[in-house]
């Protein structure tokens, strides 16, 4: 069979893999590991289930592997952005870890701590290299080196409960711009239901809208030419008009109550406990939702509809641009040898067949894709397929300095605390300053 093939030679790829990482010829057969070599492996996954089934893959490649121990680390989302820094200095830092791409992956290959597994990933004449989606592999690669293992696409979206549209009176298919979404925004409210869960405490979350509509109303040569200095920068007319319209949903105080002080996992457990209408969130949004009930169980599969990101009247960007993650495993420079076999072995497509199974992921290794189950996560992977620009999150992609302006101004905005030309201006000073 196809998959059992491409398995064997992932065997052959891991073993070349170390060969490539140490210097040394190997020889031909099965790789063995050095005796209790440990293989640190940061993550910040909270679904306990999602962990259960990287737990069995560990357990499976270890149970191959005598005397090699993979030891599963977690730090929280924002504990993970604050402290990492730190941690890769130090002499406990960890042999790999979770990447969203981007500026901040660049700017942590430039400081040279991690590895460059260009020459790891084409040897065999490529086979590791080629077992991924192209895209996700020219995402995470900078400077002509490949800067982190590919995991995972994404892209975000809104997620709604189908009881309370119903009850608003709400016709989900029929918002196709920004018009129409506020309208629905205003007719939730009136119907005495809180239209949006928000997670302003942590402000990433908020982004997200403040990305989306740069992207409606600029598009993709707007956004480019910002982050390259070129043109009126982040002050351009269209990225100020993006602000506005943010503000504009603010004004209707459409998130739940607190909501500027509601970290992510609460946000997700007052859209599952049924006290929001609507979610902008990732691909997994209902595996989720659950996790954060209150009663552990959350919505219904059939009871959460899914929709995209809305047009914007006029704008340059297409309704079938999409913003979202392009995830990986960026390896540190003092990992050992194991540390590359494992990730070939966690990434292969039988491994991530089983992930997407499981509703984690929408797969980057090529020929897992029919292992994408349910029918949302379905329908982002189909709105994957065909996506005319696919942009990184605003505050990975511009880097943690530009990023972490971009999360602020985004809640300052949609709050009413600084106005839109306010918020551009911030962004293209902190820009500015961070090519200095």
């Known amino acids: 069979m196809f998959y059992e093939r491409r398995a064997k030679a992932l065997r052959g790829v891991r073993i070349a893999a170390i060969a490539a990482a140490t210097g040394l010829a190997m020889l031909s057969g099965a790789t063995s590991a050095a005796a209790d070599t440990a293989v640190k492996w940061l993550h910040l996954e909270t679904d306990p289930t999602y962990v259960a089934v990287w737990r069995k893959i560990a357990d499976q490649y270890e149970a191959q592997h005598p005397g090699v121990k ?45 590895m460059d597994l260009t020459e790891a990933m084409n040897a065999k004449d490529g086979a590791w290299l080629k077992s991924y989606n192209p895209a996700a592999v020219k995402g995470l690669t900078f400077d002509d080196k490949i800067s982190a293992v590919p995991y995972k ?67 993709q040569q707007v956004f480019n030419d910002a982050k390259n200095g070129k043109g009126n920068g982040f002050n351009d007319p269209a990225i100020i008009k993006a602000g506005e319209q943010l503000a504009e ?5 459409p998130f739940q109550p607190g909501y500027l002080g509601a970290t992510w996992p609460q946000t997700l457990g ?56 392009l995830n990986g495993w960026a390896v ?50 189909e709105q994957l397929a065909h996506s005319t620009w696919h942009q990184n999150f605003f505050d990975q992609d511009l880097g943690p300095s530009v990023g972490r302006v971009v999360n602020d101004v985004a809640v300052g905005i949609v709050s009413g605390q600084i106005t839109p030309k306010d918020g551009a201006q911030q962004v293209q000073d902190a820009f500015e300053q961070d090519q200095l």
């Open 153 to 219: 696409l994404g892209t975000v979206s809104f997620f709604y409960n189908k009881a309370l549209f119903a009850k608003a009176g709400v016709d989900a298919s029929a918002i196709k711009t920004w018009d129409d979404y506020l309208a629905a925004v205003k007719k939730i409210k009136a119907a005495g239901i809180a239209p949006i869960a928000g997670g302003g405490g942590e402000k990433w979350p908020i982004h997200f809208y403040w990305s989306y509509l740069v992207m409606r109303d600029g598009g």
């Open 332 to 381: 540190t420079k003092k990992a050992p040898p194991e540390a590359l076999d494992f990730l070939a072995y966690l990434t292969n497509a039988e491994n991530e067949r089983t992930m997407a199974q499981a509703g984690m992921l929408i797969p980057a290794a090529v020929g897992a894709e029919d292992g994408v189950k349910g029918p949302l996560m379905g329908d982002a992977a």
């Open 249 to 253: 949903l603010g004004k209707l105080d």
């Open 70 to 114: 993979i030891q599963m680390q977690f730090l929280a989302n924002e504990a993970f952005k604050a402290k990492l820094p730190t941690l890769l200095q130090s002499s406990d830092a960890p042999d790999f870890f979770f990447s969203w791409g981007g500026g901040v992956l660049k700017q942590q290959e430039q400081t040279g701590t991690l």
């Open 270 to 325: 007052i859209f599952g406990d049924g006290k929001a209408a609507m979610i902008l969130g990732f691909e997994n949004t209902v595996a989720n939702q659950r996790t954060n009930s209150g009663d552990g169980k959350g919505l219904a599969d059939d009871n959460v509809g899914r929709f995209a990101f809305p047009a914007v009247s006029g704008g340059a960007g297409l309704a079938t641009d999409t913003l979202g993650g």
